[in-house]
């Protein structure tokens, strides 16, 4: 089936406005991962959904980053009173039930410019 | 705490082999996996070493020691495009190393 897609590709807001940022997982993975990405870095863990329930949320950097996946498959990581800072891309992740042993699929990323 | 260092260049020639290398610390170990990126694109999973030895995946190989806490992505015959960033990665949860952008020179 598809893979991992991510909504929206590129977004550009204003320092302070709240932006929602969308994954859509591959069909049946109960595992869910976000991370962040600047340039020349790795990607950086956010939080990690296994089923609904947000397993791992130690790499959300302060209480602006609020992620949820309310039905399982489909999550929102949201953010609020941007900062210049926030500017990365925003990677999603998900594998078939979860562990550092299995492959993570990621989604082509939501590029955020917070101007 | 968990942390992985990585070279942060590697340049080599079309044809030929090249060896990525990884030393990680850590207070918990999972497995050593490798990711490819190229420019503007997602990571995607090359390989994952749970024990020590060596994988063997087409032309890349993964090896791991961890008595040494060390693991190496071997790429041989190499191809213009396998010119992007790789990263090695472990723990739970998942850290990645800074990556190693490979260069390719024809």
């Known amino acids: 089936g598809a893979g991992v897609s991510q909504t929206p590709s590129n977004k550009v807001t204003e320092k302070g406005k709240y932006v929602e940022l969308r994954c859509d997982p591959i069909s049946g993975h109960t595992a869910l991962y976000w991370y962040r990405q600047s340039l020349g870095q790795g990607p950086e863990f956010l939080i990690y959904f296994q089923g609904t329930g947000a397993a791992d949320d130690s790499g959300l950097p302060n209480d602006r980053f609020f992620a949820v996946r309310p039905e399982g498959s489909v999550s929102t990581l949201k953010i609020q009173r941007t900062e210049r800072g926030d500017s990365a891309v925003y990677l999603c992740?998900?594998?078939?039930?979860?562990?550092?042993?299995?492959?993570?699929?990621f989604g082509p990323g939501t590029r955020l410019l917070v101007l | 705490g968990q942390s992985l260092e990585q070279p942060s260049e590697v340049t080599a020639v079309e044809g030929a082999i090249v060896q990525i290398n990884c030393t990680y610390q850590t207070s918990g170990f999972y497995g050593l996996s490798w990711y490819q990126q190229h420019d503007g694109g997602a990571p995607t999973f090359l390989s994952y070493?749970?024990?020590?030895g060596l994988e063997e995946t087409g032309r890349f190989s993964s090896f791991l020691s961890r008595s040494d806490s060390y693991g190496y992505l071997l790429l041989q015959e190499l191809q213009m495009k396998d010119s992007a960033s790789y990263f090695c990665a472990q723990g739970e949860p998942i850290i990645f190393g800074k990556g190693t952008r490979l260069h390719i020179l024809p």
């Open positions: 070493n749970g024990l020590d």
């Open positions: 992740a998900s594998s078939l039930t979860g562990g550092p042993q299995e492959t993570q699929y």
